[in-house]
């Protein structure tokens, strides 16, 4: 029963990222409401109000109420605390409380693979789309696909996998029972008819706008072992889903396209600045992700760094034990831009840092 786990959801000014803290620091949604309000504050460190909150079992009613919604709906609500949410989505630091799913939830915790990339797909996208799924398919029929269900490359491979008979789950920035865009449900309803499923961390009370997407891709990466991003222009949104993929130490991956095309000049940069991986088949893929060695849903491991110039040593000194602002670096180190860009991207190469989504750098060693 995933009443606890749903109702940390609802409680005020908690946030994903705090409720996430919660649960790490007692293990479980049900610990954390049956810890005192001083057990709050002393080990989360969690404000007093919102200690109160969670003593006061606020968020309980609107669980009760979501569950009678999912249930009315046919919606399977899976909370972390139980067995069936995905291994792979519990292991970030901001995964969400609950999830909410038509389909096979069985489905959401086999070893995957996230297709990415731009709604205005070419003809090349289009192609790349179809062979990469099915040689991916032939090689390894167990294999789910995952994507969000929006237009273009999205669309493309969820009917990719179909038609070479590959599970494909969708992750949308909506509320269930429908889709969206309107037009893609009927494929959700053959996606779950095959084994597939659609799945949202959105619950039925959510207030929707334009805000959302970007929270929904960090789900689409970290459903997954690794992300391919087939077409993209240069600030594309797929980019945010490959962001999180590498902030996640998953394996990113790209199609390489023309230099004068604009649907590839977001995976070319990639490439280009040694963010993903050239992936041309689906052999490719399967190598990347290691899979033909049997291992299944892991993670790249980290590189080892390479050893450091004295200069680069001192200027590590710059960092906190926390993620740091590009800007802070620069006021910290006295830098130009030329000469910061230059030092962090040779740390990058290194295995020293990594850049992380909004211009934040993070020390690896």
């Known amino acids: 029963m995933p009443l606890e786990s749903i109702a940390l959801s609802f409680v ?24 005192s309000q001083d057990e709050l504050i002393g080990r989360a460190e969690l404000r007093v109000d919102i200690a109160r909150s969670i003593t006061l079992k606020r968020g309980f009613i609107e ?44 489905a959401l915790s086999r ?24 040689e991916l398919h032939e090689l ?13 490359v999205d669309g493309a491979c969820h009917r990719a996998a179909l038609a070479c008979g590959a599970v494909t789950v969708g992750v949308v ?56 991003v087939v077409e993209s222009a240069e600030s594309g949104g797929s980019l945010s889903t490959a962001a999180f993929a590498d902030g996640y130490n998953r394996v990113v991956m790209a199609v390489p396209g023309r230099a004068v095309d604009a ?8 490439i280009r600045n040694h963010k993903a991986q050239m992936v041309m088949s689906g052999r490719d893929i399967v190598e990347e992700l290691r899979w033909e060695m049997g291992l299944e849903q892991m993670p790249a491991p980290k590189r080892e760094a390479l050893p450091l110039t004295d200069e680069e040593a ?19 180190c006295g830098m130009s831009a030329g000469e910061l860009s230059l030092m962090l991207m040779n740390l990058e190469l290194s295995g020293a840092v990594r850049q992380l989504p909004g211009k934040l750098y993070e020390k690896l060693i």
Not at 12 to 33: E, I, K, M, N, T
Not at 144 to 152: K, P, T
Not at 314 to 332: K, N
């Open 12 to 35: 005020p000014q908690l946030g994903v990222r705090g409720a996430a803290h919660l649960v790490d620091c007692f293990g479980s949604a049900r610990a954390v409401y049956a810890a």
């Open 63 to 106: 669980a009760e109420r979501e569950l009678a919604y999912c249930k009315a709906h046919g919606i399977v609500a899976v909370g972390c605390d139980e067995d069936r949410y995905p291994r792979l989505l519990r292991e970030i630091e901001d995964f969400p409380m609950a999830i909410y799913v038509r389909g096979n939830v069985e």
């Open 263 to 270: 649907n590839s000049q977001g995976c070319n940069k990639l």
């Open 140 to 152: 390894m029929p167990d294999a789910v696909v995952v994507s969000g269900l929006a237009y273009g």
């Open 111 to 134: 070893r995957a693979i996230s297709f990415v990339g731009t709604r205005k797909i070419s003809s090349y996208g289009q192609r790349m789309c179809d062979s990469l799924v099915q």
């Open 314 to 332: 001192a200027f590590m000194t710059h960092f906190d034990s926390e993620p740091v602002a590009l800007d802070v670096l620069q006021l910290r």
């Open 173 to 228: 920035a909506n509320t269930l029972p429908r889709v969206t865009p309107a037009v893609h449900e009927r494929l959700a309803a053959d996606m779950i008819s095959h084994g597939g499923a659609v799945v949202t961390e959105l619950n039925s009370q959510t207030k929707q706008n334009g805000r959302l997407f970007i929270p929904r891709n960090r789900i689409i990466a970290a459903l997954s072992a690794g992300t391919v």
